[in-house]
Antibody
């Protein structure tokens, strides 16, 4: 059974940092690209970052470019999102999601809440 | 950048009725479109990909159609568990790996 478990959210002050983790199981992790998608309270879905299966290709949304860094460890079946210089507008539930060949998202984590507030 | 719009923002439907949701792209995305369902407090769930292919385990009352810029998600007979927010998403970017969602349509009980 495919499982994606995201974690690491919490309360952080503006300008602070946080690292999210995503642990995957039930599939051959090193064959799939992974993504982070976020949802601000009461708002829609916003794609945040993409990392290819070998980490050779990485993309970010303009809203987080230069502040967030995505990485993965295929030996640990995990993907990470390092978030620096956090802003109030980064407050959201962050979902880790597997994509099918850089197309649609077929498996999602339950989400982890990041709250940026003083 | 391709912009996605969805209409209506809210759709009020009675159980057992048909619901028709629209998604429009600002330029052609071919058939590279997916639909998701999201219930309160839950992660999104993939319903449709390739504009018209149901994902694994999705009931036949959900169907998708369209290509190019205009797409439709139809729920043939709404069940109580179908009241949720529905998002479309295109994946026609080049190079692949960047994604855009529509703003969503909330389907609520009439």
């Amino acid at each position: 059974e495919v499982q994606v478990v995201d974690s690491g959210g919490g309360l952080v002050q503006p300008g602070g940092s946080l690292r999210l983790s995503c642990a995957a199981s039930g599939f051959t992790f090193n064959r799939y690209s992974m993504n982070w998608v976020r949802q601000a309270p009461g708002k829609g879905l916003e794609w945040v970052s993409y990392i290819s299966s070998s980490s050779s290709t990485i993309y970010y949304a303009d809203s987080v470019k230069g502040r967030f860094t995505v990485s993965r460890d295929n030996a640990k079946n995990s993907v990470y999102l390092q978030m620096n210089s956090l802003r109030d507008e980064d407050t959201a539930v962050y979902y880790c999601a597997r994509d099918w060949s850089a197309s649609f998202f077929d498996y999602w984590g339950l989400g982890t809440l990041v709250t940026v507030s003083s | 950048e391709i912009v996605m719009t969805q209409s209506p923002a809210t759709l009020s439907v009675s159980p057992g009725e048909r619901a028709t949701l629209s998604c429009r792209a600002s330029q052609s995305v071919s058939s590279k479109l997916a639909w998701y369902q999201q219930k309160p407090g839950q992660a999104p769930r993939l319903l449709i990909y390739g504009a018209s292919t149901r994902a694994t385990g999705i009931p036949a009352r959900f169907s998708g159609s369209g290509s190019g810029t205009d797409f439709t998600l139809t729920i043939s007979s709404l069940q109580s568990e179908d009241f949720a927010v529905y998002y479309c998403q295109h994946y026609n970017n080049w190079p692949p790996g960047r994604f855009t969602f529509g703003p969503g349509t909330k389907v609520d009980i009439k």
